[in-house]
């Protein structure tokens, strides 16, 4: 039996050319694209790519089964979406697919919004990485809403039966221990900011990447002494005394009293915030909520598109 998520995989390979491309639009590996598709020649007994040691480029058979699998998609999402216009009759229920740091800054105003409140929506709500969003998309089992972030087109990107919406810009910012005494004017080099100790990412990740990336362009080797899986974390080792960081306003603007935060800039990074919307959602439930988070955006220290 053909496995849907494979066809859809199959489609993005064909129309992007490559493994590599289709993976970054669905979140997934090249190597996990790449055992799809080999499962789904398995399944059919038909020879879709022919390989080299370098590429595999789709056969006429391929191309034929991904323009014939298009349409079903289409079906797919018209029996979701019927279902869900049944179900909003019984309850009105939003679920939606949030990365921790918007579910902090953001989520809290959204629930006190009293216009948001006097619509009787509830929330059915799922704390997930960005990729782990965005790959619930291609496996077909996407949140009617999902708030992503990136750091360029070249970042993070979405199957294209997502519909995206940029709601702003969350730009970083330096955040050091009170007790150090910086002047919020106080001039601050390449080689002072070195030789501070920093709390950091663990490498590898986007975020670490990005900022990695920003210290290295402009000339700053930070000492890093102590690393984290989460921003939060991060910020009670400044609030200690123990460390700089280098954070998203919205992260820091809840530490604000707990922190100093100094705007370097020279030290230069902005991250886009996404809100991404799955075809079968109801649009009568997704527009309040939205309007909800966009007056939430910036006191949570987001910049609204």
């Known amino acids: 039996m053909l496995n849907p998520i494979h066809l859809r995989t199959l489609i993005e390979v064909v129309g992007l050319g490559s ?5 970054n639009r669905l979140g997934y590996t090249a190597s996990a694209v790449s055992q799809q598709m080999n499962s789904l020649e398995q399944s059919v007994g038909i020879t879709l790519f022919e390989r080299t040691a370098r590429s595999a480029h789709p056969t006429a058979a391929a191309k034929a089964m991904a323009k014939a699998a298009v349409p079903v ?3 797919l999402a018209e029996i ?8 909003e009759n019984v309850n009105e229920e939003l679920a939606v697919g949030l990365y921790s740091s918007f579910s902090r800054s953001v989520i809290p105003t959204v629930l006190a919004d009293e216009a948001f409140k006097a619509t009787g929506i509830r929330l059915r709500v799922v ?3 960005p990729s782990t969003s965005v790959g619930r998309f291609a496996a077909g089992d996407a949140a009617d809403v999902s708030f992503v972030y990136r750091y360029g087109a070249a970042d993070l990107a979405w199957p294209s039966s ?3 919406l940029l709601l702003g810009s969350d730009p970083y910012r330096l955040a050091v221990p009170r007790s150090w005494g910086i002047e919020d004017d106080e001039p601050l080099t390449a080689e002072r900011l070195s030789a501070w100790d920093w709390a950091a ?3 590898g990740s986007s975020d670490a990447i990005a900022i990695e990336n920003a210290f290295r362009a402009c000339n700053v080797h930070p000492h890093v002494s102590v690393r984290g899986n989460e921003f939060e974390v991060l910020l ?3 609030a200690a005394g123990a460390a700089a960081t280098f954070l998203p306003a919205s992260v820091l603007l809840a530490s604000a009293s707990e922190v100093q935060i100094i705007d370097v800039p020279e030290l230069s990074l902005t991250r886009t915030v996404h809100a991404l919307i799955a075809p079968g959602a109801v649009q009568a439930t997704v527009a309040p909520f939205l309007g909800a988070v966009r007056r939430a955006l910036m006191p949570a220290g987001i910049t609204p598109a």
């Open 162 to 164: 997502a519909k995206e």
């Open 127 to 129: 704390v997930q990485n």
């Open 73 to 75: 998609f289409s079906d």
């Open 80 to 87: 979701v979406e019927t279902a869900r216009r049944t179900a």
């Open 201 to 203: 990412m663990h490498p």
């Open 19 to 23: 493994f590599a491309r289709a993976a």
């Open 236 to 238: 009670d080792f400044v």
